[in-house]
């Protein structure tokens, strides 16, 4: 294998954040169409199916064209999607209102901050470790280079990861405080004191992987958690994934721990006061929180790139006979597993009600991070005895 | 401690989501697949909307196999509505002892559709049907009738193109 020049280096880094940039990008509206279809299937409804509601008209002609596709089984799931494309036609066409007293530079910065601190941190997710595949020898320029499987290899990658995850509650917080409005306000003081609690469990349950494994490095991390655990090692490893979904839950403000973006009590929130493109990043990197959460969570309890989850594909891998096309990583079971989570995320939204402001704290602070400190130890033990 | 154990274990929270997954899958295998399907919704304009049996929509005239109209002009139903939306012409018709109603007229506008004018009528010979597309562009359109106004109490409705017009 040729070693690559620092051009053609930086061409293939490139070439990965495309990649990963398109996975986001693809996921994401793809979430946004589910979360309609489940919700509404959960309550015997049939999700989105139109647009718009007319008869006549461009509209009209487009709806009942879905309908005859409906007749066919497959099609008839997917008669919601140009829906989606209204949507983001909608947000960006809109007419973006700055209020007259909000103060301007913040007001605009927030929702960039909160974008951006929720794509960046897709820099040191591993998708498949190792190389993801190797350009062929007809590719101009990059013949027989080899693309690896996350963008940047970075070897305090978990530190990394949380550092700018958490950079995200300026960004509520800064469009709550920058709105100069009542509600926005409560909402972006709520998110605060709500996101600071729950980073503390957060960080916590996933002290437990590493403590197991004994690195930092995402990839590193994935691999051992994977295949390198003992059949003690399931216990944290359950314990763990439950506590870090229920924080992770918290951390996205999804429901049912959704206080800063409270319909039924604060009109909307922090974003009350945001309208056009500025709200659909808010929009956006909720989403892309969430798959951030359902790939970490993925990674280091669902067993990453390889099949089972919770360790048990070493046990197994012992088993089946070497070289085995199961026994292997593919990045196809990492994305399986996010979209698994994404749906998970979906699925508690439509089955449990909204916490209390107060219940929130309280589950936070005197049952999850008691029960992550007993799962830390629990890791440990298992680390040293076996 | 069995209260304890309960806050830790969350057995409620997974009845919570095996129902909530049950339905899903039930409505995702099951939509525009089969005859009867789970989901409780019907996809309107495109399928014929079907109300409950008593609901309460337009009001209508009703008549008899000869084709008679079988309002006979008691004026028990203009007396006992409410928003007196109903007026009545009295008059005679050439062979026929009761008396005819030369004018019939419902203003929709005012109606709220209590259903008093049916239940106080001791001949059947008004009822509300099935309609409920009922909106028009105009005012005056919500003047109902019999032959000559614009909207005729025996035609279902100009706008109600999807809905059950009669039982």
Redesign the interface.
């Known amino acids: 294998m040729p070693t690559p020049t620092l051009l053609q280096s930086i061409a293939i880094t490139l070439i990965q954040c495309v990649l990963v940039v398109l996975f986001v990008f693809v996921v994401v509206p793809l979430t946004v169409f589910a979360e309609r279809k ?1 919700l ?7 999700g989105s ?1 139109r647009v718009a ?1 007319g ?1 006549i008209g461009v509209t009209g002609w487009m ?1 009942r064209g879905m ?1 005859k596709w ?2 066919i ?1 497959v099609l ?2 997917w008669r919601g999607i140009p829906g989606l494309l209204a949507d983001v036609l909608k947000l960006i066409l809109k007419e973006d209102i700055i209020p007259a007293k909000a103060d301007k530079f913040v007001f605009f910065i927030a929702p960039a901050l909160s974008m951006v601190s929720a794509v960046v941190v897709f820099a040191a997710i591993s998708f498949v470790p190792g190389t993801f595949f190797v350009f062929p020898s007809w590719f101009p320029g990059l013949a027989g280079l080899p693309v690896s499987g996350g963008i940047a290899d970075i070897n305090v990658g978990l530190l990394w990861i949380l550092g700018v995850a958490s950079v995200g509650v300026y960004g509520i917080v800064l469009a709550g405080w920058a709105s100069n409005s009542k509600y926005p306000l409560l909402g972006g003081l709520r998110s605060a004191a709500q996101m600071v609690s729950y980073e503390v469990p957060l960080a916590i349950s996933l002290l437990a992987p590493v403590v197991l494994t004994g690195s930092l490095n995402f990839g590193e991390m994935a691999q051992r958690m994977a295949t390198g655990t003992s059949a003690w090692g399931l216990v944290p490893q359950v314990f763990g994934f ?1 506590i870090y979904l229920t924080c992770g839950f918290a951390e996205t403000n999804r429901l049912p721990f959704d206080m800063p973006e409270a319909e039924n009590e604060l009109v909307a929130g922090f974003h009350t006061e945001y309208s056009g493109m500025k709200f659909g990043f808010f929009y956006l990197a909720e989403y892309i929180n969430m798959t951030v959460v359902s790939a970490l969570a993925a990674g280091f309890f669902l067993g990453g790139s390889w099949l089972l989850p919770f360790g048990l594909q070493g046990l197994v891998n012992k088993l089946l006979p070497a070289g085995a096309w199961i026994a292997g990583p593919h990045a196809i079971f990492f994305v399986a597993k996010i979209i698994f989570l994404l749906f998970t995320y979906i ?2 939204r ?3 009600p909204r916490y209390r402001y107060d219940q929130v704290m309280s589950v936070a602070w005197k ?1 999850l991070i008691p ?1 992550a400190l007993v799962n830390l130890l629990l890791a440990a033990f298992v680390r040293c005895a076996v | 401690m069995n209260k304890f154990l309960r806050t830790l274990i969350p057995s409620d929270i997974a009845k919570g989501l095996a129902i909530t997954g049950k339905h899903f899958c039930k409505v995702f295998f099951t939509a525009n697949r089969r005859k009867v399907p789970f989901h409780i919704v019907s996809e309107y304009p495109e399928v014929v909307a079907k109300v409950q049996p008593r609901y309460r929509g337009r009001l209508t005239l009703l008549k008899d196999e000869q084709g008679e109209i079988k309002c006979v002009c008691c004026l028990a139903c203009e007396k006992i509505c409410p928003t007196q939306v109903i007026t009545i012409e009295k008059g005679k018709k050439e062979g026929r002892k009761m008396p005819y109603p030369v004018r019939y007229d419902f203003e929709m506008e005012r109606c709220i559709f209590c259903e008093f004018c049916v239940e106080s009528c001791g001949f059947d010979s008004i009822i509300l049907n099935h309609q409920f597309e009922l909106a028009t562009y105009n005012r005056e359109d919500f003047s109902l009738g019999m032959e000559g106004l614009s909207q005729n109490m025996f035609e279902p409705s100009p706008v109600g193109k999807f809905s059950v017009a009669d039982d």
Not at chain 1, 40 to 46: A, S
């Open positions: 489940v509404g299937h959960i309550q015997q409804r049939l199916t509601s008869h709806n309908w409906g007749r089984p008839s799931y439950l699925w508690v439509g089955t449990i049952y029960l």
